[in-house]
């Protein structure tokens, strides 16, 4: 079984990985490495994707995509997909400001998070956000006094934490009972009769959201019954549900997981609603990965070979701070040497980068024909790689580019040295 993903937009071509039109090698020469390479068709395909299942063959529109923009946040990506239609899953003040800049309107930016400070929700009402999705009796006082004190309601949603296993990663589901996340399942409908008491939010709608890298399509639909029900039953208190946000959480492939196609899992959860009488509801889904985790790859290059007794390490210029998915939840990214006609011999190698810590690896026991100076791609980076990197032994954030069609854009810029260190300051002499 091959180790690497079925991708779209990147693939060898006469024995060279490219980005659509473009040589990785000739970006790799251009702008240095490491670097992000985005590929534009990969991000317009996912979207366009969901479309096909959001939209009626009539142009009747059956639901909304609101991009999670946590999984990657670069404004030139946040306009792509602001561009074709994308509402925006924010979590941070910072994430709505970065909307705006990308182009995105307020009005189809739902606000997420267990966390919300006050400041963010000033923010957030003054901008005009489609919504706040809460999570908390607390979250739902704060709201109320702040919206007040603006003398403006607030539009809601309450987080149902359905209570249901996702079967991912421990770190990254959300569902269940004991995860900080959402409102306990039979907290709900007396958590939503609090809510209709206060003046100065207005309910409109109900989400959830129970992990993300789930690859199979049980674990929505068990969720997806369980607030139906909700629903239900909040209507016949008299509290009308107008919009349901189903969460984001479909799986992309790293390796050989078989995740179902987009389409396909948007059309299974929208028939599934219709099919249960809620056809009249205004469906929301806030996916992150699934747009843009194989729509990106990170550049490196070999910076050495140094082979061992029980392990050869490669090391290159790339480590955990820019990608910590490897460091943090073990995750598997294949790894691909950018030019694949190599006459180095086969070895098998830790791919590790330069930082002190025995956790910087990117990549284990993976077989590659390569020498110093050759460039790797670590596939499938495109989510959670760069937004969570971080500065760590004082290294620049890497840069990124994105590639359409045989042009390469420069849609960040390689973190200066003397950048990461601007806002510090001596104590006086
Ligand atoms: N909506 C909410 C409320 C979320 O918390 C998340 C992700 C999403 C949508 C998007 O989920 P997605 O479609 O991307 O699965 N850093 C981890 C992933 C953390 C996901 C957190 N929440 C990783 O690298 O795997």
Redesign the pocket.
Known sequence: MSLIPHLNGFSLKNKLWHAEDVALSDIAKQFGTPTYVYSKKALTDAFNAYEAACVRSNGARRARVHY?M??NSNLAILNVFAKLGAGF?I?SAGELARVLAAGGSADKVVF??VGKSKSEMIAALKAGVKCF?LESIPELTRLNEVAGSLGVKAKISL?VNPDVDPKT?P??S?GLKGNK?GIAYDDVIATYQAAAQMPFCEIIGI?C?I????TEISPYLDALDRVLDLIKALDATGIKIHHLDI?????ISYTNETPPAITDFANTLLNHIEDKGFGDLEVLF?????LVGNAGLLLTTIEYLKPGETKNFCIVDAAMNDL??PA??E?YHAIVAVNDQSSASSMTYDIVGPICESGDWLGRDRQLKVEPGDQLAILSAG??GFT?SSNYNTRGRAAEVMVDGGKVHLIRERETIESLFANEKLLPA
């Open positions: 999670a946590k999984a899953d979590v997420s998070g999705n987080r990663h770190y990254i959300t996340f989400d959201h992990g993300s890298q789930i969460g984001g959480g479909l799986g806030e996916p992150g990965r699934s910590m998915r943090m939840y995750a989510a959670y969570m």
